[in-house]
């Protein structure tokens, strides 16, 4: 399937930052609900190039966006800033600004994080949710791997060395990639300095949390608000070899969720793309019932 256009967009933050998204708008009049995604801590909006344009294809309208620190949107002064209930707020500023009052929320990893933060900060926007491979709780295994490369320095000269870099960090949760994915996957994890070399596409700094918290800071018990979310539809999407989102936890969500459902993706890590058939088939199931 072909991708689809998308046009670009800016808003501010409450404190003064200029965050950056990606509007996918389908062709003729679009279903009454937008999909709102957010995307992992690492990562940018660029992840759901794929899912956008086929929920686009399908009557959806798709807002993915860069959190503050990634990406195009403007890094953060203070870099205590870089949690999810500040992030939740950037997300809720975002609403006001596009007059969206109820969305769909599709949150990856940390974005699912945030989806449970906004539905604390503002319930009655969130029509129904897809928490792709994160719950309210995680792995310690998960934990350690993301806080070992999470904002370290990295030494990379071309774009052959960040696709190497992407496959090094990456190969375990994606086993099936050639050559070719990993140049793609570069190519959304990183940007280009003005000398032409790839750096990473977010700031270093959305580690110092981590660092003054320890990794478990990165996931506190948000169990309490994943049961608010899940009073209303909500759909858990696992990857079958997941380290983050453990099948103790879907199960426990599961059953504390009053509107919960699971999918798992075979033989993917942390965390699925969406581009999975196993994946997109299930979201694309999950969205014709909520609107």
Known sequence: MSSVVFSEFYWTSSDGLKLYG?????????????????????????????????????????????VRGRGTSQRAGD???YVPPVYAGDITALLDHKNIE????????????????????????????????????????????????????????????????ARVINEAAFPHYDDSDWTAFAERIFTENTEGVPVLAYDPDISAPIRAGGAAALVPDLWPLFRTLAERPTLIVRGGSSDLLSPSIAARML????????????????????????????????????T
Not at 102 to 126: D, E, K, N, W, Y
Request: net charge negative; charged share 20%; proline share 7%.
């Open 79 to 81: 870099p205590m800033t």
């Open 102 to 165: 109820r969305a769909i929320f599709l949150g990856t990893s940390m974005g699912g994080l945030i989806t449970m933060c906004v539905a604390a900060l503002r319930p009655q926007a969130i029509a129904a949710a897809i928490l792709n491979d994160v719950g309210p709780e995680v792995a310690p295994e998960g934990l350690a791997r993301i806080a070992a490369y999470t904002g370290k320095p990295v030494s990379i000269t071309n774009w052959a060395e960040a696709a190497d870099y």
């Open 22 to 66: 990606r509007d996918y708008q389908p062709e003729g009049i679009a279903r009454p609900l937008p999909v709102l995604a957010i995307h992992g801590l690492t990562r940018n909006s660029a992840d759901f190039d794929s899912i956008a344009s086929l929920l686009c294809h399908e009557g959806y309208r798709v807002l993915a966006v860069d």
């Open 255 to 290: 059953d504390e969720g009053v509107e919960a459902s699971l999918v798992e993706v075979p033989d993917i890590g942390h965390a699925p793309m969406l581009d999975e058939p196993e994946a997109s088939e299930a979201i694309l199931d999950f969205l014709s019932k909520q």
